[in-house]
């Protein structure tokens, strides 16, 4: 549990602000991975194992979240309500402008990758995306961890041209080189 906590609330803090949800979902995942050690077959890292089913408990918790809302509207007081509709507008706003914006990431970061070879993809999303150690990667690759050093260093080179280009041509926003 002390070598995997990082890594279990660094996911469980990527679907929860709160402290307290990202404390109940990292011991529920390790509740959960403690109670079906014995499913854990030994084909993939644990790390990764244990990823996934921090992952699942997240996804489970927003859902149940969901099914039970905590109060309505109509039972707040009239100074309150419309002062909390407001509220939730401003927030409903905010939410779509930010949703948006991340359309758009994702679509940029898409493109960027799409310029990279499948194995350069799966070691930068496994090492810079999912923060997966190189042993880690070296294992689930087959290949070896100076293999895995090596073949993320000169995909992050070819990452960053892809960006250089994408910039140049003046479709990420900026301005063209030399003017």
């Given at each position: 549990m002390?070598?995997?906590?990082?890594?279990?609330?660094?996911?469980?803090?990527k679907f929860f602000r709160q402290r307290t949800q990202v404390e109940d979902a990292a011991q529920e995942a390790f509740l959960k991975a403690y109670t079906q050690l014995s499913s854990y077959e030994g084909r993939g890292s644990l790390?990764?194992?244990l990823s996934q089913i921090t992952k699942n408990q997240c996804i489970n918790m927003l859902r149940n979240a969901k099914r039970r809302p905590e109060s309505t509207?109509?039972?707040?007081?009239?100074?309150?309500?419309?002062?909390?509709?407001?509220?939730?507008a401003d927030a409903s706003v905010e939410r779509?402008?930010?949703g948006e914006r991340n359309l758009v990431?994702?679509?940029?970061?898409?493109?960027?990758?799409?310029?990279?070879?499948?194995?350069?993809?799966?070691v930068l999303i496994s090492i810079d995306g999912e923060q997966l150690p190189v042993k880690d990667v070296a294992?689930?690759?087959?290949?070896?961890?100076?293999?895995?050093?090596?073949r993320a260093f000169r995909a992050r080179r070819r990452l960053r041209q892809a960006v250089e280009k994408l910039l140049a041509s003046g479709i990420g926003g900026g301005e063209k080189k030399g003017g």
């Open positions: 002390r070598r995997y906590s990082p890594r279990v609330f660094a996911i469980a803090s790390v990764g194992w509207v109509s039972e707040l007081t009239d100074h309150v309500g419309p002062w909390l509709e407001n509220q939730m779509h402008q930010a990431a994702s679509d940029l970061a898409d493109k960027i990758l799409g310029e990279l070879s499948p194995d350069d993809r799966l294992e689930m690759t087959g290949w070896s961890e100076s293999k895995v050093k090596v």
